[in-house]
Nanobody, 115 residues
Framework: QVQLVESGGGLVQPGESLRLSCAASASIFSFSHMGWYRQAPGKERELVARITNSGTAMYADFVQGRFTISRDIPKNMIYLQMNGLKPEDTAVYYC?????????WGQGTQVTVAS
């Protein structure tokens, strides 16, 4: 069973930055891709960013160049650097990894953007 553990969430003011981390219990090369989703209160979970096994990254339109997904292969970790945070970015952020026919999820980390 794969475990994903997120960290790095918190309370920040608009315009500030946060870096989320996700530690995987298996080699990240064992996954076809890994990524970050988020879920705000009363809303559906949505994709934020994803990085493939080969290192190709893709982002949701609302990211608008503010976020960067990256990975540290030896440490089996991925990161989400979030700059220029807005109140509408407030949500629980989840790390996810995928293999054929199965997705794994972390427990989530809360990000709150408020003045």
């Amino acid at each position: 069973q794969v475990q994903l553990v997120e960290s790095g969430g918190g309370l920040v003011q608009p315009g500030e930055s946060l870096r989320l981390s996700c530690a995987a219990s298996a080699s990240i090369f064992s996954f076809s891709h890994m990524g970050w989703y988020r879920q705000a209160p009363g809303k559906e979970r949505e994709l934020v960013a994803r990085i493939t096994n080969s290192g190709t990254a893709m982002y949701a339109d609302f990211v608008q160049g503010r976020f960067t997904i990256s990975r540290d292969i030896p440490k089996n970790m991925i990161y989400l650097q979030m700059n220029g945070l807005k109140p509408e970015d407030t949500a629980v952020y989840y790390c996810t990894s995928s293999v054929p026919r199965k997705d794994y999820w972390g427990q989530g980390t809360q990000v709150t953007v408020a003045s």
